[in-house]
Structures are given as C-alpha cells and as structure tokens.
C-alpha cells in the first residue's frame, strides 16, 4: 500500500533528497564512513585496563567539538549530558549488566588527546574529508572535471607559546581545497626549522596530479617547485617577493605597462570598494626559476565605502601554467581564493577561541586543530563553494535537518526547550559556537 503523502516515510524520504550528496553517498555506502578512518589511529594507551575504544572517544570528541566544545572540559561535559542514542552511535561503551551507557569522563578523553599520534589523526581526518568530497562530486554527476586548487598556509597557535622554553608557540602547517574549503592535510612545524621543510612531507600523501598548488612567498623554493611539477605532476601559482631578490627584479622589471590587462574585477562589499586587475606574460625562457611559464602582475585598489584615498599594492607571482591551461580570470580567481585557508584560521580563532585556548600540552593542541579542521569541514557542503555568506548570517551555515523527536522528548524531560544545551547543535548541522560561557 503506498504511503500517504502525510506519512513519516514521505516526510523523511523528501528529507533525504534535500541532503547534500556527500551524505547520501555515506547513507548509501559509496563513501565509508568517519569511524572507519579514525580506526587508523593507532591507540597510544597500554592494552591492560581500556574501557573505552580509541575510536569511540574520538568520535565523541569529535561530535562534541562540532557542537560548539573548545576545551577537554567542555567536551568532556558534552558527552557526559549526551543522550542514550547519541552515545549509540557514537560507539560508547554500553555495560553488560545495567546496559546503560557509561561515557568517557574527561580525565580519559584529555589523556588520550594529549597522546594519539597527531599526524596520524590528521592524515585520517584529511583523508575522510578527501573522500566526501570526492563521493559528493560522484553523486553530483559533474561531466567535466574543474582544475582542483589547494591553498598551503601556516598557523600558529598562540595559546601554547607559554608551555615551550622558548616561548615558540605550536605552528601548523595546513593544505586547504579552496572550492570547499575543506582541510585535506596538517602537519606540525618542529620549533627549531621553519614552513619550507614540511612542504613536502605535507603535499607528499596527496593526489595532487593536474591542481594548481597557492602559496605565499616563502614557500616560493625552488625545491618547492621541482616537487610538485615533476614529483607530483601539479602546478603552482607562488608569489615573488624580496626574500628571493634575483627572482623578484626579474619579474618586477618585466615591461608591465606595454601589457594589456587581462582580467578585471571589480567588488563592493565588507566597507570597502575594491578594484582588481591581472596581466599576465609568458616566461617560458630566461626566468631563472623551475618550470615557470608565465609571471603574474595582479593590481589591487582599495578605498572604504565612506570616502577616502585609494590604495594600491601590487603583488607579483609565477606560475607553471601556459597561457593554453587557464585563463587569466582563472588566475585571478585561484590567487584570491588562496584566502579561503586565512578564512579558516579565522573560523577557528573566532568561533573556537583557538589562539586563546590553554590546551597546550603533549599532541593536544594538534589534535584539538584537527578536530576543529573535522567539525568545519562537516558542516561545509562538499560541492558548494566556500564563498562569503549573505549579510547577517554566520559564515558556512547550511540549514540543518531538524531534531528528532526522541530527541527532542529527551528535551523536554530533562532541560527547557529554549536553553542552548550543546548536544542540539549536533542535530542542526549548525556552524560551532560556544554553549555559553567559553570554558578553558
């Protein structure tokens, strides 16, 4: 007998088809889920006396720091206030003789985030979402395939420069899909070197072959260069600036003013007017660096929406790709797209409080990144682009699904409707805030 169109089957069945396809592909098993990654981790803790999986605190960790947690107490409290189905599939152990459920407490939960192997963490979070993003473009049926850009960029996390002697504060180093803006690898600078040699470790697990790679001046090496055209078979587009002085007065005295511009582009927005030009021009032959085929002027001028003097600044670039590979409107696009990865850095120091964290000890500042990288990337919809959200909106707020009803009768028992307990956030897929008062 069919169901009526009333139905709770009608009712979820047209819920299902409003999910982005990165979650249909995981409901229908084209992409394995998150639990499955994060089994990669290896346990850190002696085999004697666990009660609880790695895989099942990770889990919860990580549905607590996308509710909104930014300490080990915060979601310590969050998965001890979770209700039974939540802690069902998160995986928590259930006990075989009362068969509730006994959470991790957050002595546990700290311990093992303070000791998991970060980079490992990282490479399984990463891969998760390199995997969702590619089973949403799948179930989306894209004919042709657009030229991938990945943003490489570092971060400091400033609340741990306390913890070292030297007062050098824990730097990530991060490679972001500027589409999506979605993290697809992290890795950690060791205090005594710098960016320049974790390049490579970082790209090095990904499938890089036809992307455009962006990043600033410092990574403009020409190591750099020879790994990811002939290492990786990738291109680069990197800014030239006076920490390579040969390099920058080559292209700096180019015959810029005898070249048409190629691309403009004009906005008006966030207080300001902005007016962008782009001239291109092939290098092929006596531009002393690797594979470089064209140099890049881009022009910004800038002046605020109340008046006032324009500003100008120019910045230079190089790039691997000819002029038959992209257009000059392409290049324009992926060099500002390149500051999707800042966008992020701002989404965790704003809505997570990162640099003002005091998790600072062993893997947990890594690993509480990693999870934030996670929890941003899950609520971001694979295949959309990580464009500004309209006025007086949070930035990456899709419109959730609503609360179950078991969920919401749990509610009802325990707490008032309008308090803004954590555990609800998981429910509306919404862009993590703090549940009140930040706790550290």
């Not at 697809?184 to 205090?191: A, E, H, I, Y």
């Not at 036809?210 to 078979?233: M, N, P, S, W, Y």
């Not at 120019?314 to 696009?333: C, E, G, K, M, N």
């Not at 990337?377 to 500004?388: D, E, F, H, L, Q």
Request: glycine fraction near 8%.
């Amino acid at each position: 007998m069919p169901a009526l169109s009333s139905s709770s089957i009608s009712a979820a069945l047209e819920q299902l088809s409003r999910l982005p396809a990165s979650d249909r592909a995981l409901l229908s098993g084209q992409c394995p889920g998150l639990a499955e990654y994060l089994a990669w981790v290896p346990d850190p803790r002696n085999r004697r006396g666990v009660r609880h999986s790695l895989t099942s605190l990770l889990m919860a960790a990580v549905a607590a720091v996308l509710a909104g947690a930014t300490s080990f107490t915060a979601v310590g409290e969050w998965v001890a206030d979770a209700p039974p189905q939540v802690l069902a599939a998160l995986g928590v152990r259930r006990d075989s003789l009362t068969r509730r459920f006994v959470p991790p407490d957050e002595a546990t939960i700290r311990r093992v985030l303070e000791a998991v192997d970060a980079d490992r963490l990282d490479a399984a979070v990463g891969s998760w979402l390199d995997a969702r993003l590619h089973a949403a473009g799948q179930a989306a049926g894209h004919g042709r395939r657009r030229r991938r850009a990945v943003a490489v960029d570092g971060k400091a996390v400033r609340g741990t420069r306390h913890a070292s002697a030297g007062g050098q504060p824990v730097h990530l180093l991060a490679a972001l899909d500027q589409r999506c803006g979605v993290v697809l690898g992290q890795v950690r600078v060791d205090g005594k070197t710098n960016e320049i040699t974790r390049f490579a470790p970082l790209l090095e697990p990904l499938d890089l072959a036809g992307c455009v790679i962006t990043a600033d001046a410092l990574h403009t090496q020409r190591e750099h260069a020879e790994f990811l055209v002939t290492g990786k078979k990738a291109h680069y587009i990197l800014v030239v600036k006076k920490n390579q002085p040969g390099l920058y007065a080559q292209v700096k005295n180019l015959p810029w003013r005898h070249i048409p511009v190629a691309s403009r582009q004009h906005n008006r927005g966030h207080g300001r007017q902005e007016h962008r030009t782009l001239k291109a021009a092939a290098v092929a032959v006596g531009l002393a660096f690797p594979h470089a085929a064209q140099a890049l002027c881009l022009t910004r001028q800038v002046r605020p929406l109340d008046g006032g003097r324009w500003r100008t600044v120019t910045v230079y670039a190089i790039t691997s790709l000819d002029a038959r590979q992209a257009t000059p409107a392409q290049f324009a696009a992926w060099i500002r797209g390149h500051w999707q990865i800042e966008a992020l850095h701002h989404l965790r120091d704003v809505s997570y409080g990162e640099d003002a964290s005091q998790i600072r000890t062993g893997s947990g500042p890594q690993a509480m990144a990693a999870l934030r990288n996670l929890a941003i990337g899950i609520v971001k919809r694979p295949g959309t682009p990580a464009s500004p959200p309209p006025a007086g909106t949070t930035p990456g707020t899709p419109p959730g699904p609503s609360i179950p009803s078991d969920c919401a009768q749990h509610e009802q028992n325990g707490h008032d409707a309008a308090t803004p307990r954590p555990w609800r956030l998981l429910y509306s897929s919404a862009v993590p805030s703090p549940p009140g008062p930040r706790r550290r």
